[in-house]
């Protein structure tokens, strides 16, 4: 046997132990969806005004019906609904008699709406008016920690193995999102989120690795599938945790304290055999290799000696632009892992700047993710990953673009549409985000597979750090355009992803690339390379999985 696919046939491709250890892997998925989308319930702005300078029982459900005196203290005599649509400023009275004026000035404290929230980092620190963008950076510190995570915990998985990463990047969220209920004030807030979203993030991309490592590979497209089923699991929770709770610290610990669960992985799951065998540790990966086939009740293949395993010498991300065809078709990858990661996480972040009921909009988003997986499933083998995806990309977008017509044309009457529209557009954000891990995954090279897909996190990780100040326009243009406007932006950049996407070449049921050289001449129609093959025989070592040679012209 010259592989390691080859021995996991033997033994069982995604047995009874494979779906146990899956199972345990996909806890942490849940965890992801809970802090990935955290920061939307944490830092969410409520409806606020200018609090009444000397009324000190004043609240939000107190406008219009002021006594006399303390209208002319704050507001023009002739404009008495001011409070209705300032938020920032309130006029003060100089001078006295027919000498006096108004002044407007920003003010330094506020009221705010309950109905939501009790209280969250916006109202506890007043981050708004002067200081509303501040919310906003701490989504892209977040989202910038994802980014450092997933590089340096990859790293460090390489370096120590994948068990113990598991276990050091389990203790460091314990850690940072326990003590982020406790923060005193923005700055530290804001550190602790980008620790969170680094642990948080780099954990779940090893479990992933270990879920497909430890499964066969006609297995490997469902189990990444699968992966992504448990993440709205997490949003499910999370909506039920604020909406009980209604307080950001209070929500933080509810997310923060079942991630104890997580440490026990370090002694259930064993380590990658994959990676064991890469670190020349043969006899702890037969260990494994023997382990799992004796509990899928499998016999492991005798007289294999897995230092005789064949093994692809690495190489560099940049190979990947040292040949046109691989850097045009790298570039719309990554094009797609930006707009995915932004149109997913943006819609989410958006939609409180839309109207109805938080709590409803937002366990919608959370719900549509579940069937969007399971048809995912059901069209990627039929109808290939380039086709699936594709649609995905402009389902999304063209469902972001519609909000056109209801936000600016319908008003307010059209707010069930506009929400409608904006699930329709997470179906298709949330199958684009399944599908690009796979087919991203098949398309670079063996040799690159690794470095390429980093990179194509780093990417999305960039979309998901301007996701925050797109939709951060809504708030600062006001008004029905300021609603629509990020939606549009999403919508655009979205449909011309999956335009693109129908330049790259099918994977679904063919021979893929191990070299560069290979990826480059890979679905082109110069070279015979689209050989059908089962998804089982990925690893068969017949010449009719090989890539053949040049076709030779001969003159008549």
Known sequence: MSNLEDILKRIGEFGRYQIFLFLLLCLPSISNGCYMMAIVLLAYTPKHRCKIPGYDNDTWTVQGDYH?????????????????????????????????SYTMTQCSKWVYDHDTFDETVVTEGNLVCSEEMKPAHAQMVYYCG???????????????????????????????SVSTA?????????????????SNHGLFILVCVMGIELTGPSKRMLAGVLMHLFFPVGLLYLTGTGFILRNWKTIQLVVAIPCVVHVCLYWIIPESPRWLISQGRYKEAETVLRKVALKNRKPYPEKIDLSQIDKVKPGRVWQLFTSKTLAWR????????????????????HMSNLGGNFY???????VVELPAIAITIGLLSKFGRRNVHAFFMMLSGGSNLLTIFTVLL???????????????????????FAVIYIFSSELFPTVVRTGGMG?????????????????????????????????????????????????LPETVNKRLPDTIDEGARFGTSKEDLDVYVQASDYSDDSEETKFPPPEEKTLL
């Open 68 to 100: 006399a005196s303390l209208i002319n203290r704050t507001i023009p005599p002739s404009d008495d609904s001011f409070y209705d649509y300032d938020r920032c400023h309130v006029y003060k009275q100089t001078g006295t008699g027919n000498s006096s």
């Open 410 to 432: 319908g008003g307010k009457d059209f707010e069930p549409f506009t929400i409608a529209l904006c699930c329709i557009g997470k179906v298709g954000s949330t199958g684009a």
């Open 330 to 349: 790298t570039c719309i990858i990554f094009l797609n892992w930006f707009s995915v990661s932004q149109i997913f996480f943006g819609t989410t972040i």
């Open 455 to 503: 990179a194509s996190s780093c990417v999305a990780r960039i979309g998901g750090m301007s996701a925050p100040y797109i939709a951060k326009l809504g708030t600062l243009v006001g008004s029905h355009y300021g609603q629509a406007l990020p939606l549009v932006i999403f919508g655009c950049i979205s449909v011309t992803a999956g335009i693109f996407t129908l330049f």
């Open 146 to 176: 994802v980014l450092v995570g997933d590089l340096f915990f990859g790293m460090l998985s390489d370096s120590i193995g994948r068990r113990k990463t598991i276990l050091i990047c389990t203790v460091c969220l314990l850690i940072s």
């Open 360 to 366: 409803l909009k937002f366990l919608l988003l959370a």
């Open 182 to 198: 406790f923060t005193p004030e923005f700055y530290s807030f804001t550190v602790l989120e980008f620790l969170v979203g680094a």
